[in-house]
């Protein structure tokens, strides 16, 4: 009895060993289709499917079928089935036997990793865009020191969260494509844009500080990259700190002083900064008014006060003398009404200075503040300009730069003009065909730096808008004979 044990043992062994060789030597063949077959039939077997060698042999079939791309439609998840059968081969016995350093090897070898990523770019090209991010992740964990199935793999997750629109879960495609690009990043990518999109990513999660350390990190492997330099002012920029964004470009173009869109950039950020200075001068200046304007009311409303009180003294006085003198009466009962409204009128201005004096408004500091921020204004606009002309001496038909100067000297103009239409008749008869003249010299230099950025892009409305006012502006002086005198 024991005799037929040993040989039912070892007839189970041979059984074993033929169906492994045979699905092998079909593989060795070329013939995977029936390797394939094969190989699925022995898994099916109770007998067989509890041994490491037969889901190592199909884990080795299924390799083969995704390297090949003719195969594709023999199993399209052939990598992921071949990794699946690597993964039951260590289970099936402990730690896959005496298969198991094999086994390990094949889930961790080239063969795997580039069946995984040939697979992912198959489901990529199909617009199956998850099962491509399962692949290429899966490809990503195989060899973790790689950074094409990461950064493809992220890309893969972007565009599955694309083609759902809004019926995509964001969240959880956005936290794998961080998770990718952030391996990517980890492990020395040399994309710029993806350093960029994974940045931006953090920023729009609100985690700036994490944005920037990325960005900063990036810089390290692309030292002097313009598109991470732009894209790390930006942030700054959105995120309020202007100074910094500014500093930071201001540094990139110190080292890069050929690079005329660095220029550019710099240009624009000056142009609105002196903007936010301005805004914030005139909120000064309005503040400031509205103290002084409390004030000069609270005066001239005691004055008022001061004149009824007076009045209704004397009518008093009046009644005692004549106390039947039924018109006195009706004018002092008239008067102290006035009385009681007027000091109504006062208690809310005194209420509203209060208010003002809690909030820490002092009229005259106001206003001195309002000339500093002023003067700012103007001389971060000449910083602005000196960029702007920077680029022109390099792309003289750089549109951005011909409109902004233009708009530069425009603007000054207006300014200038409202300060004419301000004077008095006394002002302007004695001086005022003089200033026009010089106000008309500002809007003009603006004329050639439009007419430029026209030939360069003639149909953007603003600056059509502009130039047409301009023109108007212009001919307005010319019919009051006024000539403009250009200052340098």
Do not use: H
């Amino acid at each position: 009895m024991k005799q037929v044990l040993i040989l039912s043992a070892a007839s189970l062994f041979s059984l074993t060993a033929m169906a492994q060789n045979k699905a092998i030597l079909l593989k060795e063949q070329g013939a995977l289709d029936k390797a394939k077959t094969e190989i699925d039939a022995n898994v099916a077997e109770p007998k067989l499917s509890g041994k490491a060698k037969t889901w190592y042999t199909k884990g080795q079939i299924y390799e083969a079928i995704a390297l090949d791309p003719k195969l594709n439609t023999l199993d399209s998840n052939a990598a992921m089935v071949a990794y699946e059968s690597y993964k039951k081969a260590l289970e099936v016995e402990p730690n896959g036997g005496k298969m198991g350093k094999e086994i390990n090897e094949a889930l961790t070898g080239k063969m795997m990793y580039s069946a995984m990523m040939n697979q992912g770019v198959r489901k990529y090209q199909a617009k199956n865009y998850d099962a491509a991010y399962a692949a290429m992740s899966m490809a990503a964990q195989i060899n973790p020191a790689d950074t094409t199935a990461p950064m493809y793999a992220g890309i893969s997750a972007q565009q599955a969260m694309n083609a759902k629109g809004e019926g995509a879960n964001k969240a959880t495609y956005m936290t794998q494509t961080k998770e990718q690009f952030e391996k990517y990043g980890a492990n020395g990518g040399r994309d710029a844009t993806i350093w960029a999109s994974l940045a931006q990513m953090y920023n729009n999660d609100k985690e700036t500080d994490k944005a920037l350390a990325t960005l900063d990190k990036a810089l390290k492997v692309l030292p002097g990259n313009r598109d991470l330099n732009a894209t790390r002012v930006s942030i700054l920029q959105s995120s309020g700190r202007v100074d910094d964004a500014i500093a930071s470009m201001k540094d990139y173009y110190d080292k890069n002083p050929t690079d005329v869109q660095s220029a550019l950039n710099l240009a624009i950020l000056y142009d609105n900064k002196a903007t936010e200075y301005e805004k914030e001068a005139k909120k000064a200046l309005d503040s400031g008014k509205k103290g002084g304007q409390l004030s000069k009311k609270v005066a001239d409303e005691k004055a008022v006060l001061d004149t009824y009180n007076a009045e209704a003294a004397r009518l008093a006085g009046a009644i005692k003398k004549q106390p039947k003198n039924a018109e006195l009466k009706r004018q002092l009962t008239d008067l102290q009404a006035k009385v009681v409204e007027q000091k109504k009128k006062m208690a809310d201005l005194d209420a509203q200075m209060k208010e003002e004096a809690a909030k820490g408004v002092d009229g005259a500091a106001m206003q001195k503040n309002a000339g500093e921020l002023t003067k700012k204004a103007t001389e971060t606009r000449e910083l602005s300009k000196g960029y702007y002309n920077k680029v022109l001496a390099t792309d003289p038909n750089n549109f951005e730069a011909n409109f902004n100067l233009g708009v530069y000297y425009f603007n000054e103009g207006a300014e200038m003009k409202r300060e004419v239409d301000n004077m008095s008749m006394a002002d302007y008869t004695k001086n005022g065909k003089e200033v026009e003249g010089r106000v008309c010299g500002k809007f003009k230099q603006a004329l050639p730096y439009f007419t430029k950025a026209k030939s360069v892009k003639a149909d953007d409305n603003s600056l059509n808008t502009s130039l047409e006012q301009l023109e108007t502006i212009l001919k307005q002086f010319e019919g009051k004979n006024i000539a403009c005198v250009e200052s340098k």
